[in-house]
């Protein structure tokens, strides 16, 4: 497509430039956000939903990218690591409130190999790979002392802080794009939207009504 004053052919702001694939635009709206957002640019909203199909949703954070999907880490037994395995569908959300930007994504999920989910979690620091251990997530917690101490039962257990073994419930999901939509803010709630949609092995793009 052609650029004409800085605007593509589209008629959209030139932050939406032209890519025939969206985690390419997607990087470039990241890295943007990297400069510009004060805490963690890559947390992003996770949404399931459970076999009554009732949704939920929470903030992770984003540890890994690539063409083939969107990378977050967590307890396999939570609640939302139970869902998955039950219903393994799941959409994202990323809001950068300082350049007033937000992408969607909806996808089906498949769990990370073990040498991925290995590798990033010896590069986490000592006491989270312990409170990996330490904490049994969404379970009920009689008072904050338990989960304490089992934490000191851990370091314990565990006092070489180089030789921590991740615990088998705890790994990856890779949530595979099905679509990717990139919005903008507009004045007067004139936004800017543009969705990607993917058939097989490419990409279709449109503009969507604010």
């Given at each position: 497509?052609?650029?004409?004053?800085?605007?593509?052919?589209?008629?959209l702001?030139?932050?939406?430039?032209?890519?025939?694939n969206p985690?390419d635009?997607?990087?470039k709206?990241?890295?943007?956000?990297?400069?510009?957002?004060?805490?963690?640019?890559?947390a992003?909203?996770v949404?399931?939903?459970?076999?009554?199909?009732?949704?939920?949703?929470?903030m992770?954070l984003l540890?890994?990218?690539?063409?083939?999907?969107?990378?977050?880490?967590?307890?396999?037994?939570?609640?939302?690591?139970?869902?998955?395995k039950?219903n393994q569908?799941?959409?994202?959300?990323f809001h950068?409130?300082s350049?007033?930007?937000?992408?969607r994504?909806?996808g089906?999920v498949?769990?990370?190999?073990?040498?991925e989910?290995?590798?990033?979690?010896?590069?986490?620091?000592?006491?989270?790979?312990?409170?990996?251990w330490?904490s049994?997530?969404?379970q009920?917690?009689?008072?904050?002392d338990?989960?304490?101490?089992?934490?000191?039962?851990y370091?314990k257990?565990y006092?070489?802080?180089?030789?921590?073994?991740?615990?088998?419930?705890?790994s990856?999901w890779?949530?595979?794009?099905?679509?990717?939509e990139?919005?903008l803010?507009?004045?007067?709630?004139?936004h800017e939207?543009?969705i990607y949609?993917?058939?097989?092995?490419?990409?279709?793009?449109?503009?969507?009504y604010?």
């Open positions: 497509m052609n650029q004409k004053n800085g605007k593509n052919s589209l008629g702001d030139g932050c939406f430039e032209e890519h025939d985690i635009l997607f990087k709206w990241f890295d943007k956000a990297k400069e510009s957002e004060i805490n963690d640019p890559n992003v909203a949404a399931t939903a459970d076999k009554n199909n009732q949704p939920n949703v929470r992770v540890k890994g990218l690539s063409e083939k999907g969107f990378v977050f880490y967590t307890n396999f037994n939570s609640k939302k690591g139970n869902e998955l039950n569908k799941a959409s994202l959300c950068w409130k350049l007033r930007r937000q992408v994504v909806i089906e498949e769990e990370v190999s073990s040498s989910a290995d590798e990033y979690y010896n590069s986490r620091p000592y006491k989270n790979r312990i409170g990996a330490a049994s997530q969404s009920v917690l009689d008072k904050r338990t989960f304490l101490k089992k934490i000191i039962e370091e257990k006092p070489n802080q180089k030789e921590v073994p991740r615990p088998l419930h705890w990856g890779r949530v595979l794009p099905k679509e990717i990139f919005w803010d507009g004045e007067g709630r004139i939207r543009l949609k993917k058939n097989k092995d490419s990409w279709s793009k449109n503009l969507l604010p």
